[in-house]
């Protein structure tokens, strides 16, 4: 027998091995695998964001921005502010400006020498409703600020039924305790302020005839008649 040439097997071989190559490649299975090697996650692509992060996001991308008003500089993202050389033209401005600020938590607006009216107050109120203000005022002969958390107006006398002091109550948020004591209001009339503001302990005198009293933030009454030097009635 006569061997084939070498040169004709390795020709052969190469043929055979061509062949199973492009069968591979045209399997299914192949392309499955091919595909499971090369494609991309879902995750790998965009990443899962859960609804916290997408609002810290939100939060840490506010634009915040440098202003200048009432003499001051200052940044939109503070809590303090210091408005007090504010005057009545300068309130709306003011306004608009409080309005953007949802960190603040104190500010400064002066007092009565400004010249600033009760709807000044209300305006500034509005626009920025979660701080507080400090604001000073005059009332019954006392100095006095809406950053205060007492008001003692204990045997002062009051002859307008309290009304110049309803105009400030509403702008009073610190306000806890309220003291009328033998101010010359009635009871019906502190019932009604007592009623007005649950969140301030409002405090009168009562009197039981002529000669007995006792203040309403007692816990206990004693039938005794007070001596002359504590007793002081209001005309």
């Avoid at 790998?44 to 634009?63: A, D, F, R």
């Avoid at 500010?107 to 109120?125: E, H, M």
């Avoid at 009604?192 to 039981?208: A, G, H, L, N, T």
């Amino acid at each position: 027998m006569r061997k084939k040439p070498i040169k004709a097997i390795l020709v052969a071989f190469l043929c055979i091995i061509s062949a199973a190559m492009l069968v591979f490649s045209t399997s299914p299975r192949m392309k499955n695998t091919a595909v499971e090697n090369t494609t991309v996650s879902d995750s790998e692509v965009m990443p899962e964001v859960t609804g916290n992060e997408i609002e810290e996001e939100q939060i840490s991308s506010k634009t915040y921005r440098t202003v200048t008003l009432c003499n001051n500089t200052f940044s939109t993202s503070n809590h303090k502010l210091d408005l007090s050389q504010i005057t009545p033209s300068d309130v709306d401005e003011v306004c608009a400006v409080l309005s953007e600020m949802d960190n603040l938590e104190y500010v400064d607006i002066g007092n009565y020498t400004n010249g600033l009216a009760i709807d000044d107050l209300g305006k500034l109120y509005d626009a920025a409703p979660n701080a507080r203000f400090s604001y000073g005022f005059q009332l019954y002969g006392q100095e006095l600020n809406t950053y205060d958390e007492v008001l003692d107006f204990n045997h002062y006398t009051i002859t307008d039924n309290a009304e110049e002091l309803l105009k400030y109550l509403p702008y009073m948020r610190n306000c806890k305790t309220l003291d009328m004591d033998s101010c010359g209001i009635g009871n019906e009339r502190m019932a009604e302020i007592r009623d007005m503001y649950p969140k301030i302990e409002v405090i009168w005198r009562i009197w039981f005839g002529s000669d007995y009293s006792v203040r309403t933030n007692v816990e206990k009454i004693l039938a005794s008649k007070p001596s002359w030097s504590q007793v002081h009635i209001c005309v």
